[in-house]
């Protein structure tokens, strides 16, 4: 049988590879697909199963909580925090106000309009994402003072390190899963995190190390800027900075868009910093096409999965309440509700209420977390595409040799 000129179709059994003859029947027709290797990206959907995962959750609440508390301290210790972003519009109505001073005259804000580009792909995501996107902004930016950036810096760090300890054991059991293997326990996969976090935090300092090096010739530039002259002299020589610039964004970007490829690969491959850098810089930047893609199949997906955990939470505190309410009778859970309203809005209230409202609080950080857990459930699962973009490995490989301890 032959469909297009100079090639043919065999239908001979005995021709067909081993993996496809089972889907084949000696009439030629298909009567199997498989769709892993149809749809590989459908990865992405079981990836988001295993993020509903007990284990999984319960990583990821106990990493939304450290990074809420390594935060608080540092708010208490009066580490500076993300600065506002001010767009360019905004600063503008500012300077024209009659007698109004920027918000970096009046310092409580630090005008950032050569990142507006942030600012609007920030706007549309969640509060936390945003937020995170401008604080990783604020070492970077120009205007932001040494204090500024050492305090992101600071509070980077902590979530860094925080994260690559419990997301590297997400990916860890998420890994393991996909590829059909005994998935570890929740203590096993914090083992393991606990075990292997250096080197995913590494394969973040070291290009953040990288980038200091490759930034000190600006730097020194940057001296001679301090006079006229010198700003003259920049102004002659700037394309070579510029040309510079290109190999610091290359690499400002492939950590930023990249870490979490970083964390998936420490928890599927099991190998070092150096070797997490790599591969991660090299499925993004072959591949760039093919992660956009990916992303917006996740974001396609955590759509409903995200509905489906808030549909429950809400679901578990109102049927709470509402059993309570049989018994309390309308008058008094009318009370208590207009109490729960006002804790939430930072009111007080009696122990009773407070209570309450604090056990509420802990169901909706469930959910929080459960955002966290699907991130770096996907963030596994696009590794793992990548790599089979890239690399041709299959998407079931797992190196699965344990480390002492891990078993269970």
Do not use: C
Not at 85 to 111: K, R
Not at 267 to 280: H, K, L, M, N, P
Not at 283 to 302: D, G, M, S
Not at 369 to 393: C, M, N, P
Request: net charge negative; aromatic share 10%.
């Amino acid at each position: 049988m032959s469909g297009i000129p100079g090639t043919s179709i065999s239908t001979d059994p005995s021709n067909i590879p081993t993996a496809g003859r089972d889907a084949i029947q000696g009439d030629g027709i298909i009567h199997e697909i498989q769709w892993s290797d149809a749809l590989p990206w459908w990865l992405l959907f079981r990836a988001a199963g295993a993020a509903f995962s007990s284990a999984v959750i319960l990583l990821a609440a106990l990493g939304a909580l450290s990074v809420w508390g390594g935060w608080s301290i540092a708010d208490r210790l009066g580490i500076p925090a993300a600065v506002e972003v001010v767009e360019p519009a905004d600063l503008a109505s500012q300077d024209a106000s009659p007698g109004g001073e920027s918000q970096a005259q009046s310092g409580s804000g630090l005008p950032l309009p050569n990142l507006a580009p942030i600012v609007a792909f920030a706007r549309p995501l969640p509060q936390p994402a945003a937020d995170l996107l401008r604080l990783v902004a604020v070492p970077f930016n120009p205007a932001a003072g040494l204090g500024q950036m050492l305090g992101a810096l600071a509070r980077i760090g902590w979530f860094v390190a925080v994260w690559s300890i419990f997301g590297t054991a997400i990916a860890r059991h998420v890994a393991l899963k996909l590829a059909d293997e005994e998935v570890p326990g929740f203590t096993s996969a914090l083992w393991y995190g606990s075990q292997k976090w250096l080197s995913a935090f590494n394969s973040v300092a070291f290009v953040l190390l990288g980038i200091v090096a490759l930034s000190l010739p600006g730097a020194a530039l940057g001296l001679l800027m301090r006079t006229d002259v010198g700003l003259a002299i920049a102004g002659v020589v700037w394309p070579l900075v510029l040309v510079g610039a290109i190999v610091l964004a290359i690499l400002a970007i492939g950590v930023v868009a990249g870490w979490p490829l970083m964390v998936g690969g420490v928890g599927v491959e099991r190998g070092d910093s150096f070797q997490a850098i790599s591969t991660a810089f090299s499925y993004l930047y072959q591949r760039p096409l093919h992660y956009i893609f990916y992303l917006l199949v996740a974001l396609a997906v955590a759509l409903p999965a995200l509905a489906a955990a808030e549909l429950f939470a809400t679901a578990t505190t109102n049927l709470a309440l509402w059993a309570t309410s049989l018994g309390m009778g309308h008058a008094r859970t009318a009370e208590v509700l207009a109490g729960l309203e006002s804790v939430r809005h930072g009111g007080g209230g009696s122990f009773g209420i407070t209570a309450l409202g604090f056990w509420s609080r802990v169901v909706g950080a469930i959910v929080g977390s459960f955002g966290w857990g699907y991130f770096w459930a996907i963030a596994t699962a696009a590794y793992l595409l990548l790599r089979r973009d890239v690399d041709g490995t299959e998407l079931d490989e797992v190196v699965v040799e344990e480390l002492p301890g891990e078993a269970g």
